[in-house]
Each structure stands twice: as C-alpha cells, then as structure tokens.
C-alpha cells in the first residue's frame, strides 16, 4: 500500500520544509502557507521515502523535508509515473505535472545536505481537488475519475 510518510510546508523558497502533522491543500493553488504554492505546475512537492532511505544509508543523514519536499511517499516509484497520472491523496486529487527540476544555485538545502535528490527523485504536482492530507493517508493511483490503477 502507498501512503503518506511526511507532510511538510516552509514559508520560504530554497529552505527545507518543517514536518507538521496534516496541511490543508487548495483547488489549483498548493499547500496553505506554503512557499510554493501559487497558480503554477509545481504546486505540491512529492518524494519518495526509498530514495530518502537510499541518501541516508550512503552517509545522508537527512531528516523529512530537508529536500524541500512537500510529502513523502512509500510503496510506489513515483518517478516512472507518466506526466498526467492522478493521485488520490487523503481527502484530495493531485495531477503529476512534472518529474525532477533544475535545482536552486546553492540554496539552503545544498549548504545544509551537500546535494539535493529532488532534481532526479522528485516530482511535482498541481492540486485538482482540494482538501486535507494528513500522515498515514492511502495514495491511490487514479487512471481516470472512475478507475483505479492496482499498484
């Protein structure tokens, strides 16, 4: 089963976010209060919880949302997802809009982990339906609004 690992918001660009316990996600806007939210594609940060596992385990010591991501996922590869795959996430439905990013030029992030995995590990979401999202909610891969792709 994928789920919901970490939830996390900054009110800042280029600076690791702060894990918080749920977030509040707002029809084709982003996370409330989050520095990335706004009426673009890369509304909502997603990364997986096997590649901050991988980082760590080579010497990382990474903490949730030191990449500057928005969520944690487990259980699903989500860089091999196609660009327009849905995601049922805890109350919300988020659409894959992106995968990877030209990192910031030595941000916050850089100076505190040394490199940054979102480039080629993370991708980038807008919200289609709004909602909450908490820790521990199921993400469901939906391949249209009556489908449910089997993971």
């Not at 982003?30 to 673009?40: L, P, Y």
């Not at 990382?60 to 500057?68: A, E, L, P, Q, R």
């Amino acid at each position: 089963m994928c789920k919901v690992i970490a939830v996390c918001t900054s009110e800042k660009k280029g600076t690791a976010k702060q894990m918080v316990d749920e977030a509040n996600l707002i029809e084709e806007f982003g996370i409330e209060g989050d520095a990335h939210a706004g009426k673009w594609h890369r509304q909502v940060s997603l990364l997986g919880l096997e590649k901050i596992d991988e980082f760590n385990a080579k010497g990382g010591g990474v903490n949730f949302g030191d990449f500057g991501e928005n969520l944690v996922i487990s259980g699903i590869e989500l860089t091999k997802l196609p660009i327009g795959q849905r995601f049922k996430v805890g109350e919300t439905i988020l659409e894959l809009t992106q995968i990877g990013k030209q990192c910031h030029d030595k941000c916050e992030i850089f100076y505190r982990v040394g490199q940054c995995i979102m480039p080629t590990n993370g991708v980038f979401t807008r919200v289609l339906k709004g909602g909450k999202v908490k820790v521990g909610d199921e993400v469901i891969l939906l391949e249209n609004e009556n489908k449910t792709l089997s993971l």
